[in-house]
């Protein structure tokens, strides 16, 4: 998804660029607001998480088990709490919000694009 490439940027000109809004920036700034440390429970996450709107859609979101569960076992991985600024909460959250944050993968997997070469591919 070009949104998402490397600089998040289109260069359309010598004078400026046109640059998108990270929706899931948004998502991440909404819960640290809420929780105020770099890491949490997974009940902490999931009382903040199930009152957020999905973008096109009405009505909070709702998990599945198997989504809490996958939260659940990021926080056994890391002695009972979620790391909010690792790649496994970042792939939780891709699937809480696909429409919205993009998945990680895992370095080295895939390159990136910058907008002239995605252009020309």
Same mark, same amino acid.
Request: aromatic residues 10%.
């Given at each position: 998804?070009?949104?998402?490439?490397?600089?998040?940027?289109?260069?359309?000109?010598?004078?400026?660029?046109?640059?998108?809004?990270?929706?899931?920036?948004?998502?991440?700034?909404?819960?640290?607001?809420?929780?105020?440390?770099?890491?949490?429970?997974?009940?902490?996450?999931?009382?903040?998480?199930?009152?957020?709107?999905?973008?096109?859609?009405?009505?909070?979101?709702?998990?599945?088990?198997?989504? %809490?569960?996958?939260? #659940?076992?990021?926080?056994? /991985?890391?002695? @009972?709490? $979620?790391?909010?600024?690792?790649?496994?909460?970042?792939?939780?959250?891709?699937? %809480?919000?696909?429409? #919205?944050?993009?998945?990680? /993968?895992?370095? @080295?997997? $895939?390159?990136?694009?910058?907008?002239?070469?995605?252009?020309?591919?």
């Amino acid at each position: 998804n070009y949104v998402y490439m490397h600089a998040n940027c289109l260069d359309v000109s010598e004078f400026y660029d046109v640059c998108c809004m990270d929706a899931c920036d948004y998502r991440l700034s909404e819960l640290e607001r809420v929780v105020r440390a770099p890491s949490a429970t997974p009940q902490d996450i999931l009382n903040v998480i199930l009152t957020m709107t999905p973008a096109g859609r009405l009505g909070n979101v709702t998990l599945s088990a198997a989504l %809490v569960k996958k939260l #659940e076992e990021v926080a056994q /991985h890391h002695g @009972g709490v $979620v790391p909010m600024h690792g790649r496994l909460f970042a792939q939780w959250l891709h699937f %809480v919000f696909p429409q #919205e944050c993009p998945y990680p /993968h895992i370095s @080295g997997t $895939v390159t990136s694009l910058t907008d002239k070469a995605w252009f020309e591919a």
